[in-house]
């Protein structure tokens, strides 16, 4: 069975602080992709950044940058100079690569505050 | 055009009603999908279409009934519906087919439904 874990359900920033959004995942899989989506209140999901299995290297957007430790089946969000614009709902999700479907599986969620 | 639409925004039915929610997208996806979000939830996956043809019914009760009449649009049929099933119905597409290459979901605004 493939699980997505965030275990904090709510985090607090100060603006143009730095914080970490925690994600942990189990699939048995070797191929995959990782995501992070956002969900302002009462607003559209979005796509923030996303994660190859096969490449080694961290993908960055912008503020935007992810830790991903494959061993250990991690894959944190670290968002920098934070702006009140961040504050939402931030899901991580798996997806197997090459499967019958682009099934996405979502964590629980972790949602942010942005405090001026 | 990188948008999901979905109607209406807001709906209010009884539980002797028959209602329907719309998706459209003119992105050339070929798989679309519906999910249900309870509030400070993950979505839930309920049904994917791929090629407008029913590839996913995740045990979805059968009070609702999706349709694809075409590939831009995606139907979700609801009739004799729970109070339970109050919740945010999103609509997503990505380019497909499913499984191969990485395919983004993109999301829309959701249709808030509220069961009487």
């Known amino acids: 069975a493939q699980t997505v874990t965030q275990s904090q359900p709510e985090m607090s920033v100060q603006e143009a602080e730095t914080v970490t959004l925690s994600c942990t995942y189990d699939t048995s899989e070797s191929d995959y992709y990782l995501f992070w989506y956002k969900q302002p209140p009462s607003r559209q999901m979005i796509l923030v950044i996303r994660q190859e299995a096969y490449k080694q290297q961290n993908a960055t957007e912008n503020r935007f940058s992810v830790n991903f430790q494959k061993a250990a089946k991690s894959f944190s969000l670290k968002i920098s100079d934070s702006q009140l614009g961040d504050a939402a709902m931030y899901f991580c999700?798996?997806?197997?690569?090459?499967?019958?479907?682009?099934?996405?599986?979502f964590g629980t969620g972790t949602l942010l505050a942005v405090q001026p | 055009d990188t948008e999901v639409t979905q109607t209406p925004k807001h709906l209010v039915m009884g539980m002797t009603n028959k209602k329907s929610l719309k998706c459209e997208q003119h992105?050339?996806?070929?798989?679309m999908y519906w999910y249900k979000q309870k509030a400070k939830k993950p979505p839930e996956l309920m049904f994917v279409?791929?090629?407008?043809?029913?590839?996913i019914n995740e045990s979805v009760p059968s009070r609702f009934s999706p349709e694809c009449p075409n590939s831009s649009l995606l139907n979700l049929h609801l009739h004799a519906l729970q109070p339970e099933d109050s919740a945010l119905y999103l609509c997503?597409?990505?380019?497909?087919?499913?499984?191969?290459?990485?395919?983004?979901?993109?999301f829309g605004p959701g249709t808030r439904l509220t069961v009487l």
């Open positions: 992105m050339g996806h070929r798989a």
């Open positions: 279409y791929s090629y407008e043809k029913l590839s």
């Open positions: 997503a597409s990505s380019q497909g087919p499913p499984g191969g290459n990485y395919n983004e979901q993109f």
């Open positions: 999700a798996l997806m197997n690569y090459g499967g019958a479907t682009n099934k996405l599986i």
